[in-house]
């Protein structure tokens, strides 16, 4: 039985290209093509689940920018889910996914300190300025923002996959002053002098 997958890569927010994948006996055969110039270097990730693993660097070929690699089946057991286009900074890479029912094409995502595991996961996720509308923007008052690639993007916090912010904190009004008290003083008729 012969197994082959062909998916969409994902480059700032669009669908940029297509990646296949082949079993070839103890292999898989990995082509991928990137319709769209990159800026600067850019590899492609495959992402499974809150996983995003580096799978190679494109290059320029006569079809655009490829990546043409044989991969031990050892190594890789199953393909990827999903696959983006990108670059890394520091322990953010390239991510694509689903975060609270809503689909993201385009954000990176950091592991961060191991805490206790009864605390749950907790990673990092940014997401750009630059190319609205911004997804998860009812959480816009629990993002940071921090520089990325050169860029400013906007990091929340996800515990086991959730948001996590305080909703209580974020949805509460601020507290008015109570108005101050004034004494007016009220008009006391004048007497007429004789």
Sequence with gaps: MIFVMEQTIW?????????RMEADGLYWSLEARLNTLPSGVVRLYGVTGWESEPFGVFVPGQAGYCLHRRLSRRAVPTP??????????GD????VGTVEDQEIHNAMLAPTETEEAAAGTLRLLALPTDCPPLPLAEYAAAMEPRELCGTKW??????????EWDE???????????PEETQQSSPVPEQSKP
């Design 11 to 19: 480059y700032q927010g669009s669908a940029a290209g297509a990646v």
């Design 154 to 163: 906007l990091v929340l916090r996800l515990r086991d996959g959730a948001v």
């Design 92 to 95: 953010f890479r390239p991510w």
């Design 80 to 89: 990827p889910d999903r696959w983006i286009a990108g670059v890394a900074d």
């Design 168 to 178: 209580a904190e974020q949805t509460e009004a601020p507290e008015e002053p109570e």
